[in-house]
């Protein structure tokens, strides 16, 4: 926890998420140096400075590259991403698919309030058809990105939704997808207390939740996960939609397996200088 103070909106649901953070950190129990915590552009890509890990905003769109390299660079660090529903599915959306099928170790949070929240609510990827904001006068006539399905269709080995109507539960679903060995997406529905519309507060989030668990849902069943995704919009369903019981390598774990392959017929330190450096 650093000693900067959030500056979301009173009531806005990122103070929640935030604490989420906090919680699911100190269960894992790694120093703030063994951590990089990227973020994008909006007011949900505030959250990395509020945290003592190295923090990077980075720019609109591409938590996720950057993460993705920092990753490569040093694969020891535990590596978040975090953004908004703009940041991640409209101008980032292109970068999820890559990082899922090269299964990197990161863990991605998205706060999907389903509005453009810091330039002044316009809409945004995830907002409902019909949904009147300053750039949809008369209301949206697009469908929704749904962010469960988009993520367990293209094959993630962990997607969970979880909301700050349930601090504990949501805790303990970002320590999961941070346990995960392999890309984890987390959607938080975090209610834009500023520009959100009512059934997206915390009131009206709480009347249509629904926790997985309840439901008897096997997390190792994804086409029963895509079966609830659907729900995306009408059911705030809590908990992890799917988590692979046998996770593939990781990027990581095949990069460090080629390394080891082509070092055998590497040629040492000194003879590579030996070929550059005229005597
Ligand atoms: Fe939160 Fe909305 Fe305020 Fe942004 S504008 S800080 S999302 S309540």
């Known amino acids: 926890k650093s000693d900067l103070k959030p500056i979301w909106c009173p009531g806005c649901g990122d103070y929640s998420v935030v604490q989420g953070i906090y919680r699911a950190l100190a269960a894992i129990g790694r120093p703030p140096h063994e951590i990089a915590f990227v973020s994008g552009i909006g007011c949900s890509s505030r959250i990395p400075g509020y945290t003592t890990a190295y923090g990077f905003n980075s720019v609109h769109g591409r938590s996720l590259p950057i993460a993705q390299g920092i990753k490569l660079a040093n694969p020891d660090l535990l590596v978040l991403a975090a953004g908004?529903?703009?940041d991640g599915f409209s101008i980032g959306g292109g970068h999820i698919a890559h990082l899922i099928r090269r299964n990197m170790d990161?863990?991605?949070?998205?706060m999907d309030n389903q509005i453009y929240g810091l330039t002044k609510g316009q809409l945004s990827p995830t907002s409902q058809k019909g949904r009147v904001t300053c750039t949809s006068r008369y209301g949206s006539l697009e469908e929704p990105v749904n962010p469960l399905l988009y993520t367990l269709a293209y094959g993630a080995g962990f997607v969970a939704q979880a909301s700050p109507t349930d601090l504990a539960g949501m805790a303990s679903i970002i320590e999961e997808a941070i346990r995960y060995p392999g890309f984890a997406f987390v959607n938080i529905q975090s209610p834009c207390v500023t520009y959100g519309e009512e059934a997206q507060q915390i009131k009206g989030l709480k009347a249509i939740q629904e926790t997985l668990a309840s439901l008897g849902h096997n997390p190792a069943d994804r086409l029963a996960a895509m079966d609830l995704a659907q729900h995306y919009g009408e059911k705030l369903h809590l908990g992890v939609f799917y988590r692979n019981p046998e996770?593939?390598?990781?990027?990581?774990d095949l990069v460090k397996e080629r390394q080891a392959l082509l070092s055998k017929d590497a040629l040492p330190k000194e003879r590579i200088l030996d070929l550059f450096i005229k005597k």
Request: proline fraction near 21%.
């Open 247 to 252: 996770p593939p390598p990781t990027y990581g």
């Open 84 to 86: 908004g529903d703009g």
């Open 106 to 110: 990161i863990t991605y949070i998205v």
